[in-house]
C-alpha cells in the first residue's frame, strides 16, 4: 500500500493567507522527498525538494519542513495567491530510486 | 513548460485493442519515466528507463510494456485494453537518476 499520504484531502484558504500542506512518510529509509503541483489538465509540476539530511528549504514563496523524528513533511505557501489553487503531491524517493506519491491534497485559494 | 512532450493528447480506444503513447524527454535527459493517474489510485509509477535501459520497474501490468530508443524517445505500449485502464498517463524526465522529475502534458486515455 501507499506509504506515502496526506493528512487533509482538502484545504480552504483567503488569497494573501499562508498555506499549510502536509504529508505523512513511512519509510525512514527514503532520502529525498519533493512537493510537486499539479494544475487541471497539466502535468505535476516541480515546487521544491529536500534532502533527508536538511530539516528545512526555502524557494521563493515556498518551504519546505521536514521531521524525520515523526515522519513528517510539509509544504508552506507564503501569501496564498489564486494561483497556488491546484493538487498538491509530496512524494518520497527510496534507495531504488522510485518515487512513490502521496495521494494529493486540493487546495483551493478564495478570493 | 517542462520541455518534455508526450503524444497524443487524447485517445478514445475500445476494449481489447492495442495503443502506443510517445514521450520525448527535455533535452539532455537521459531518464525516462512512466506514471499512470486515476480517480482511485492517484499518481503511480510505471517503469523507468535510463540511457536505453529498463532501471525500475513498478505497478506495470503484463499487458504494458515500454522501451527507450537510441534517441532517447520512449514509447508505452498498453495492449488487451481493458476498461480500467482509462487514465491519464504522463511521462517525466530526469538527467540522471533520482534527480528531480519533469512531468509532460499527459495523454488522456479512454477505453470504451
Known amino acids: 500500500g501507499e506509504s506515502v499520504g496526506l493528512h487533509l484531502p482538502t484545504l480552504s484558504v483567503q488569497e494573501g493567507d499562508n498555506s499549510i500542506i502536509n504529508c505523512a512518510y513511512s519509510?525512514?529509509?527514503?532520502?529525498?522527498f519533493i512537493w510537486y503541483k499539479q494544475e487541471s489538465g497539466k502535468g505535476p509540476q516541480f515546487i521544491i525538494d529536500i534532502r533527508s539530511n536538511m530539516d528545512k528549504r526555502q524557494g521563493q514563496r515556498v518551504t519546505v519542513l521536514l521531521n524525520k523524528t515523526v515522519k513528517h513533511l510539509s509544504l508552506q505557501i507564503a501569501a496564498t495567491q489564486p494561483g497556488d489553487s491546484a493538487v498538491y503531491f509530496c512524494a518520497e524517493r527510496r534507495s531504488n530510486y522510485k518515487l512513490t506519491f502521496g495521494k494529493g491534497t486540493l487546495l483551493t485559494v478564495n478570493p | 513548460d517542462s520541455g518534455v512532450t508526450q503524444t497524443p493528447k487524447h485517445l478514445i480506444t475500445a476494449t481489447g485493442q492495442r495503443v502506443t503513447l510517445r514521450c520525448s524527454p527535455r533535452s539532455g535527459d537521459l531518464s525516462v519515466y512512466w506514471y499512470q493517474q486515476s480517480l482511485d489510485q492517484g499518481l503511480q509509477f510505471l517503469i523507468q528507463y535510463y540511457n536505453g535501459e529498463e532501471r525500475a520497474k513498478g505497478n506495470i501490468l503484463e499487458r504494458f510494456s515500454a522501451q527507450q530508443f537510441p534517441d532517447l524517445h520512449s514509447e508505452l505500449n498498453l495492449s488487451s485494453l481493458e476498461l480500467g485502464d482509462s487514465a491519464l498517463y504522463f511521462c517525466a524526465s530526469s538527467v540522471g537518476v533520482g534527480e528531480e522529475q519533469y512531468f509532460g502534458p499527459g495523454t488522456r486515455l479512454t477505453v470504451t
Open positions: 519509510n525512514s529509509a527514503s532520502d529525498y
